[in-house]
């Protein structure tokens, strides 16, 4: 039987690796329509799919186009922005009225899960279980980033029992992806780019916060593997049990210290590999890491969550995904070290340092 699916993102790092994932599935056949922004961005999808997609222009604003599509298809697979507050609210108005079974796959991210910017302040002990810790997280304060938009995804199925609602909220996402315009991602590849108009690596004061990592080739099986089971009527958790992170787990973890596990990284160790890169390839005069003030960090980026995305703690475990049977595969650290130079050349490719 073919699926029909609708995706928002499918131009994006996310997105893009989800929508190849589900071109490639060898076990269901899917009619994918993609959102798009403009005509460019359409042609390019559609040329790099081989046609093997639909797409739907416009925007996250387009209440209408994007009701009409959660109405049309049997999964909605949302990927694009995660604290667009007015489509999670036109997805919840089509889906709330929808008789026909109906899966949503939607985007968080664990910033949600992260703590204040302080200085002073340790690496955190607190890691959030998606089993254990459900409770907690779906209680988290309205102010944290991208609770706005899981409350309304969250509210969905327990409004409607005829749709499946899961959500993954990835860490940090690293590794290039199979996707088919934006392949890097964007918190180590911003860090690269604002230690090179820096000119010296940085981190947000001593950088000693730990966040969970996930490869984007494992992220994308795991949106996959929801949708399979899903769509087979497996019993997973969903609805507000559904909440996924895209992280790793540790088998037979002991005591949580002040220091990473192997599938977690140091915000100041990435921006130390950062001054390394930048420094053998001459971008900076000196590998060595300032420790700047989140206020000057968020002046260099022009934006004030820049201090937030290397500046807090955010520790996660995927039980869930593990428990429904996820295999990632590239959990070993050496993946996720050689990323950041991989970004960095990926970067230097496409001519981010020839300006
Ligand atoms: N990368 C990570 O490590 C990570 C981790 C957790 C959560 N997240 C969150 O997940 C979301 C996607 O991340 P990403 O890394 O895949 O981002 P990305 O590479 O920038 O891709 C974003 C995608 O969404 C589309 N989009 C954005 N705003 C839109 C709008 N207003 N209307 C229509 N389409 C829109 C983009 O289209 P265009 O091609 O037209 O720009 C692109 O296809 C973001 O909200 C991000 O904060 C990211």
Not at 234 to 240: A, D, H, K, L, Y
Not at 255 to 261: A, L, M, Q, V
Not at 291 to 308: M, R
Request: charged share 25%.
């Amino acid at each position: 039987m073919v699926s029909k699916v609708f995706i928002t993102g499918s131009t994006g790092y996310i997105g893009g690796q989800v929508l190849h994932d589900l071109l490639h599935n060898k076990d269901h056949q899917f009619e994918v329509t993609a959102l798009v922004r403009n005509e460019t961005k359409a042609k390019r999808l559609l040329e790099r799919t081989n046609n093997g997609i639909k797409t739907v222009i416009g925007s996250l604003d387009d209440a209408s186009v994007i009701e009409e599509q959660v109405k049309k298809n049997d999964i909605v697979v949302n990927t694009a922005d995660v604290d667009h507050v007015p489509s999670a609210e036109a997805i919840e108005r089509a889906l709330v009225g929808k008789k026909e079974q109906t899966i949503l796959v939607h985007t968080s991210g664990t910033s949600v899960i992260g703590d204040e910017l302080r200085k002073g302040k340790k690496p955190s002990t607190k890691v959030y279980y998606d089993d254990e810790s459900i409770d907690e997280i779906n209680t988290l304060d309205h102010n944290q980033p991208h609770r706005p938009v899981d409350e309304i995804i969250l509210r969905i199925n327990e409004k409607n029992p005829n749709v499946k609602v899961v959500v993954i909220c990835p860490s940090a996402i690293f590794g290039v992806s199979d996707g088919y315009d934006k392949i890097i991602s964007a918190q180590i590849p911003i860090l690269i780019n604002l230690s090179v108009a820096n000119k010296q690596a940085f981190s947000v004061y001593h950088g000693n916060y730990i966040w969970s990592h996930v490869h984007v080739k494992d992220l994308g099986e795991l949106y996959v593997l929801l949708v399979d089971k899903l769509l087979k009527g497996e019993s997973v958790p969903q609805g507000r049990k559904g909440y996924y992170f895209g992280s790793y787990v540790v088998e037979n973890e002991g005591p949580i210290s002040e220091k990473p596990s192997p599938i977690e990284h140091l915000w100041g160790d990435v921006s130390a590999a950062v001054g390394k890169v930048l420094y053998e390839n001459k971008l900076v005069s000196t590998p060595d890491v300032a420790q700047l003030e989140p206020g000057k960090i968020a002046q260099l980026a022009s934006f004030d969550f820049a201090p937030y995305l290397w500046g807090t703690n955010s520790r996660s475990r995927a039980n869930n995904g593990i428990k429904i049977g996820w295999k990632p595969k590239f959990t070993d650290p050496k993946y996720f070290w050689d990323g950041i130079r991989n970004d960095f050349e990926h970067m230097k490719k496409e001519g981010a340092f020839s300006k």
